[in-house]
C-alpha cells in the first residue's frame, strides 16, 4: 500500500497539466473575464462545475461545465491568436470525480494506468474520447478553439474535453470557422485586449446512448477594450444543425439567450461593455 501510494506521488509530481474545480471565478480565475466579472447565474445548470484551465502551472481559460449533460456551458479566455500547429492529446478532468483526485488535466491513459481509475469511475463523472467516436454528421467542437491561442501550451489547454460539445459537421469545418478565423481577425484590428465568452445552449438530443447532451445553439461573444476610454462589442449565434452563423449585437445576443433558457435576464459582460 505505502509503495503504490509513492508511485501515485511520484506519478503526480511528473505531471505538468493542471486544471482546478474551483468555488468561484471571482476568487480563482477572474482574470478571463471583461472587469472580473462572469456572465450572471442565468446561464447555470442544475449541477454547475466551474474549472480554472490550468496546463503547465499556468492558468488559461475558464470553464462553466455541466455535470449532468456532460458538455461546458461556457468557456472564457482572452483573444491572443497565434502561428502554430494544432494539438491531437485530448484530455479530461480528474476533479470532475472528486475533490480528492489530483489538480490534473490529464489523459485518459494516464488516469487509467497510473492512478487506478476505472473508465467507469471517470466516465460517470464527464465526457469521455469513446462517447466521440463513430458519430455521424457530428464532430468535437471546441468552444475555446486552439487557434486562438498563441503558444504550445495554450493551444493544448484547449483540448480538454470539458472545452468540447457535439457539433454539426458542417457548421464546426465552414460557417464556424469563418467566424473564429476571418470575423474575429477583422473585428479586433484595433483592440488592445479582447474578452470572449463562448457557449452552447442545451439541446433536447443526446449521443453516446443519451451520455452527452448534443447542443441546440452555438453562441459567442467578444468584448473589446480599443483604449482606456473605448470599448466594442458583438456576438454571433448559430443553430446546431446548419452550416450558419448570425452576427448580433451583444444585447441582441443575450436576449436570445434569455428566450431559449426562459429564465432571469443573461448577461455575459459587466454593464461597462457596449451592448448596441
Not at 503558444?151 to 454539426?168: E, G, W, Y
Request: with cysteine; hydrophobic share 30%; net charge neutral.
Amino acid at each position: 500500500m505505502l509503495l503504490l501510494l509513492l508511485l501515485q506521488v511520484s506519478a503526480s509530481c511528473l505531471w505538468l497539466g493542471r486544471s482546478e474545480v474551483v468555488t468561484s471565478f471571482e476568487s480563482s480565475c477572474p482574470q478571463f473575464f471583461f472587469r472580473e466579472t462572469p456572465p450572471n447565474k442565468a446561464l447555470e445548470p442544475e449541477s454547475p462545475a466551474w474549472i480554472c484551465q490550468r496546463y503547465k502551472n499556468q492558468y488559461y481559460f475558464a470553464t462553466l461545465y455541466d455535470r449532468n449533460r456532460r458538455i461546458p456551458v461556457y468557456s472564457a479566455y482572452l483573444y491572443q491568436p497565434g502561428p502554430g500547429t494544432r494539438p491531437k492529446t485530448w484530455l479530461v478532468e480528474p476533479q470532475l470525480m472528486g475533490s480528492t483526485y489530483p489538480k490534473t488535466m490529464e489523459k485518459e491513459w494516464t488516469l487509467l494506468n497510473n492512478f487506478n481509475i476505472s473508465t467507469e469511475e471517470l466516465s460517470k463523472s464527464q465526457a469521455i474520447l469513446q462517447d466521440y467516436k463513430n458519430l455521424t454528421g457530428l464532430n468535437r467542437g471546441h468552444l475555446n478553439p486552439s487557434s486562438h491561442h498563441p503558444d504550445s501550451s495554450s493551444r493544448t489547454a484547449t483540448f480538454t474535453l470539458t472545452n468540447i460539445v457535439p457539433q454539426h459537421e458542417k457548421l464546426n469545418g465552414g460557417a464556424w470557422n469563418n467566424y473564429e478565423q476571418q470575423t474575429m481577425i477583422a473585428r479586433t484590428q484595433d483592440c488592445n485586449i479582447t474578452y470572449v465568452v463562448v457557449g452552447a445552449v442545451p439541446g433536447n438530443n443526446y449521443i453516446a446512448k443519451g451520455r452527452v447532451n448534443k447542443p441546440s445553439h452555438i453562441w459567442s461573444s467578444a468584448c473589446c477594450e480599443v483604449d482606456t476610454n473605448h470599448r466594442k462589442a458583438w456576438a454571433v449565434i448559430a443553430e446546431n444543425d446548419k452550416n450558419n452563423v448570425q452576427l448580433l449585437t451583444l444585447g441582441e445576443l443575450e436576449d436570445v439567450l434569455t428566450q431559449l433558457y426562459g429564465r432571469d435576464q443573461v448577461s455575459l459582460f459587466d454593464s461597462d461593455c457596449p451592448r448596441e
